[in-house]
């Protein structure tokens, strides 16, 4: 750990060395995360991993839009400036906002026969997005006084749980456990997450988080939707097991996408207190991507196939390096984004800017995905990706720079 802080260091300045610790604790995260997937795909088929795929990205999908940015708004608040009362008002807030998302995504996923013919699917919605718009927001609480670690770790545990709990659902043969489990384990830890969030007693106004959020909101709709409306288009144009197998393939290259979720987690905090060289930082970033991403594209044919089993045995190229040049435009979007989210203050043209790019993340994002699966198959959801990513990184770099020619004049 203290050769790889010292790397990040030299490479990326201080913030490097936060975000390579950061990174660590994610990647054993996401290493476990990993784990589940396989164990999923192995023991329940690769029809019911499609399943599981499909109620991860439509439920992280409503959290989005319920938690509303705010977890990152709590994020950049000082100490003083986060109540019991303030954080009570957010919960309950919470609360209605997610089963009201809920049920209009589940409505609407009905009419298209999306949804998986479960039981109390519903609920299970519901409360996979309820908790983890709550597990979100209580990390922001902690992340505001800069415990990235601990934060981090939380998300550890958490995936530790779900593996757990993921092992009894095959024991009892009971793929309705499975998508249950990532529930009860973000309820079992947020009470000691709630310990550790340190608050003050003073009145704060609720109103103009909402304000404050919204910058937010929309850079995680502009984010989020890329990490997952390909995969519901593709049950929208194919089936659960063909999601099931871009999946497989797109787990292990989302490797990869690890960078991207981190970068945020710390940037977003960071880059309020100091200026970045975007230029610098991008080029620093693609030498460090660079060769894991060939590494990645080299192995996935053969390692995909001995982790996943033998439904993945049909090798796709195209579809394989196409995941690997989207995965990494994605980190570097992810980067440009964090820094623009941090560093450039709340105007109309920075709203106008990030309202673009959720319009492209969702709709165009959407649009792409769902003509050229239907015209190319899988490979049109990465396809799609990169088209919609290379723009969002255009728009947010033109953003960043004509906020600074701005401030200078």
Do not use: C
Request: proline content about 2%.
């Amino acid at each position: 750990m203290a050769n790889l802080n010292a790397l990040a260091t030299k490479v990326f300045g201080k913030t490097g060395s936060i975000i390579s610790t950061t990174f660590v604790i994610y990647f054993i995260a996401t290493s476990v995360g990993l784990l589940t997937n396989i164990v999923i795909a192995r023991f329940f088929g690769k029809e019911m991993f499609g399943v599981y795929s499909y109620f991860l990205s439509i439920t992280n999908l409503i959290h989005i839009f319920a938690s509303f940015g705010l977890a990152n708004t709590i994020a950049k608040l000082t100490e003083k400036q986060l109540s019991r009362k303030l954080l009570a008002k957010i919960l309950v807030y919470v609360i209605i906002a997610s089963f009201v998302f809920s049920l209009v995504f589940y409505q609407i996923a009905s009419y298209l026969d999306l949804n998986p013919a479960l039981n109390f699917f519903f609920w299970l919605i519901f409360g996979y997005s309820l908790m983890i718009s709550v597990f979100t927001i209580l990390s922001g609480a902690i992340r505001r006084t800069e415990r990235y670690e601990v934060s981090m770790r939380f998300l550890t545990f958490n995936r530790v749980l779900v593996f757990l709990f993921i092992l009894i659902a095959i024991l009892s043969k009971n793929f309705w456990l499975v998508l249950l489990s990532a529930t009860v384990s973000m309820l079992l830890l947020v009470p000691f997450k709630l310990k550790l969030t340190r608050l003050s007693s003073q009145k704060a106004n609720f109103k103009p988080l909402f304000k404050k959020s919204l910058p937010f909101f929309l850079a995680l709709i502009g984010m989020h939707s890329i990490y997952y409306i390909d995969r519901i288009s593709i049950k929208y144009v194919l089936n659960f097991s063909e999601l099931g197998y871009y999946t497989g393939f797109s787990n292990y290259i989302n490797i990869l996408r690890v960078s991207a979720y981190v970068i945020p987690f710390v940037m977003i905090t960071a880059s309020a207190r100091k200026d970045f060289n975007i230029i610098g930082s991008v080029k620093k970033l693609i030498s460090f991507i660079l060769p894991f991403a060939l590494a990645i594209g080299l192995t996935a044919p053969y390692l995909v196939v001995f982790l996943f089993g033998s439904e993945f045995a049909k090798v796709d190229s195209f579809l394989i390096w196409s995941l690997v040049i989207s995965s990494s435009l994605l980190v570097i979007y992810s980067l440009i984004n964090s820094i623009y989210l941090g560093q450039v203050q709340e105007t109309r043209r920075k709203v106008v800017i990030l309202t673009f790019d959720a319009i492209l993340a969702i709709v165009v994002n959407l649009a792409l995905n769902i003509f050229l699966i239907s015209k190319i198959g899988l490979a049109g959801a990465p396809i799609a990706t990169i088209t919609v990513l290379a723009i969002k990184i255009l728009l947010n770099t033109y953003g960043l720079k004509t906020s600074i020619k701005a401030v200078q004049t």
